[in-house]
């Protein structure tokens, strides 16, 4: 099983930024689809960003212009940079990996690598 490690969470106010990094073994990430997810209390797990290996990116509609999503195949890490945060924001950050990116962002069921989790928190 791919070992995620995920950090950069933190607590913020409405309107800054924060960066979260997700650092994962060079086997088999090289290969993979990596991509970042959230869950907020009381609601269920979604995609946030996805970047595959050839450094094709998709973002979820309610973060294009305020998110993206980066990945250093040297540094084995995917990032997320997070601009403009806002309340509804706030949640759990989870890293994933998957063969395929129409497997992470459709598929959460048959995901079988993720990350620990890094809290996000955004204030008024």
């Known amino acids: 099983q791919v070992q995620l490690v995920e950090s950069g969470g933190g607590s913020v106010q409405a309107g800054g930024s924060l960066r979260l990094s997700c650092l994962a073994p060079?086997?088999?990430?090289?290969?993979?689809?990596m991509g970042w997810f959230r869950q907020a209390p009381g609601k269920e797990r979604e995609w946030v960003a996805t970047?595959?290996?050839?450094?094709?990116?998709t973002l979820r509609e309610s973060v294009k212009g305020r998110f993206t999503i980066s990945r250093d195949i040297a540094k084995n890490t995917v990032d997320l940079q997070m601009n403009m945060l806002n309340l509804e924001d706030t949640a759990m950050y989870y890293c994933?990996?998957?063969?395929?990116?129409?497997?992470?962002?459709?598929?959460?069921?048959?995901?079988?690598?993720w990350g620990q989790g890094t809290q996000v928190t955004v204030s008024s």
């Open positions: 060079r086997y088999p990430f090289s290969t993979y689809c």
């Open positions: 970047v595959s290996v050839g450094t094709t990116i």
């Open positions: 994933a990996a998957g063969p395929t990116c129409s497997v992470l962002r459709g598929r959460l069921s048959a995901i079988r690598h």
